[in-house]
């Protein structure tokens, strides 16, 4: 029998994750589309429900992300948290951990872009607003320090945090508190008509 050293075990470790930070989160993304039409036979439409579906199970079942401690979101509301053997399956091959390693190390929004980009899965009138035409507007916006837009971000972080006590009765423990300058932003109108 082999015996791994700690160290050793820590190493392989930061050596993954460093490996993680390099890929791109789209091909990751599309290899969890995949292993699930592989494993199912399924429909991309229907794959793509399943992979959205154990991507936010992950989310709350690890304890890294910091959602498995905090009460069920609004949004993970109704949320099957059992483990079947199509979540073992992604699980076992590391891709939700992969996922998110490099979309928290190189944020953005790279679900939407798979599914209207790269699998089509979009209808009519349904569009992603592109890359650039974000990255110009927060240019526009946190290019050099300005206080009004400092101030209604704050403003903004207070109002979701006292909302959010209001509704789950317990402080939102998967956010971090807010520091400036900025690196996110929370755009509330996102898939509004």
């Known amino acids: 029998m082999i015996t791994i050293s700690k160290e050793l075990l820590e190493l392989l470790q930061r050596t993954r994750v460093r490996k993680y930070r390099e890929s791109d989160p789209r091909s990751i993304v599309k290899g969890m589309v995949d292993e699930i039409r592989l494993k199912t036979h399924d429909s991309y439409f229907k794959c793509w429900d399943l992979m959205v579906e154990n991507l936010a199970k992950w989310l709350v079942l690890n304890k890294q992300t910091g959602l498995a401690c905090a009460p069920p979101l609004q949004g993970f509301k109704g949320l099957n948290l059992e483990k079947d053997e199509l979540y073992e399956h992604l699980d076992s091959l590391d891709l939700f951990r992969h996922y998110f390693t490099v979309a928290k190390a190189k944020p953005w929004d790279y679900i939407g872009e798979v599914y209207e980009a790269d699998l089509e899965l979009t209808q009519p ?50 956010i971090e508190p807010m520091e400036f300058p900025l690196k996110t932003q929370l755009d509330t109108q996102c898939g509004m008509h």
Request: hydrophobic share 30%; glycine share 4%; proline share 8%.
């Open 125 to 174: 009138g349904q569009n992603m607003t592109p890359r650039a035409v974000v990255e110009l507007m927060t240019e526009m916006v946190y290019s050099g320090w300005n206080p009004e837009a400092e101030l209604l971000c704050y403003d903004s972080y207070q109002q979701y945090v006292t909302w959010y006590y209001l509704t789950q009765h317990a402080p939102p423990t998967h």
